[in-house]
């Protein structure tokens, strides 16, 4: 746990608070209302969608990181095999929406709210991101309440 913990506020420490105003969406006044996304994040979301409601668990970890991490009630679990086998049976009309982001370089976050169905919204999620030069953003790891 300590692992994941170090890990997301590497990341979160890893954005200068210049990069953070530079790049940064404004975050919701209500923390629910969403806010658009640039393409390249709101890519994430709609995969990430698109996998969870078809129940390919392989899609799903392979918007992940070689390391990332997701939550389970056991603690964390890492790494693609792991998370493929976590969402194993998982599935669900799933939205997501994003109420904060921001990016620097190579790292970066969405904060946002989640829901099934066109019901309201039940949940929060922070995902932190990380990606190499000239590739798109992959998921380092995924914190859901």
Same mark, same amino acid.
């Given at each position: 746990?300590? *692992? ?15 990069? @953070? ?7 919701? *006044?209500?923390?629910? *209302? ?8 709101? @890519? ?5 969608? @698109? ?13 992940? *990181? ?13 790494? @693609? ?65």
């Amino acid at each position: 746990m300590r *692992t994941g913990r170090v890990l997301i506020c590497g990341i979160l420490l890893a954005l200068p608070a210049a990069a @953070r105003a530079q790049h940064a969406g404004s975050p919701a *006044t209500d923390q629910t *209302t969403p806010i658009a996304l640039p393409a390249e994040l709101d @890519r994430v979301l709609r995969d990430y969608e @698109r996998a969870w409601s078809g129940g390919d668990e392989a899609a799903l970890a392979a918007l992940f *990181t070689d390391d990332g991490f997701v939550t389970s009630r056991a603690g964390w679990v890492r790494g @693609r095999a792991g998370i493929q086998r976590r969402y194993e049976n998982s599935g669900g009309d799933l939205k997501l929406l994003a109420v904060a982001w921001a990016t620097h370089e190579l790292v970066g976050y969405i904060v946002g709210t989640y829901g099934y169905g066109t019901g309201a919204q039940s949940g929060k999620f922070l995902l932190a991101l990380r990606r190499t030069a000239g590739e798109p953003w992959l998921i380092a790891a995924d914190l859901d309440q």
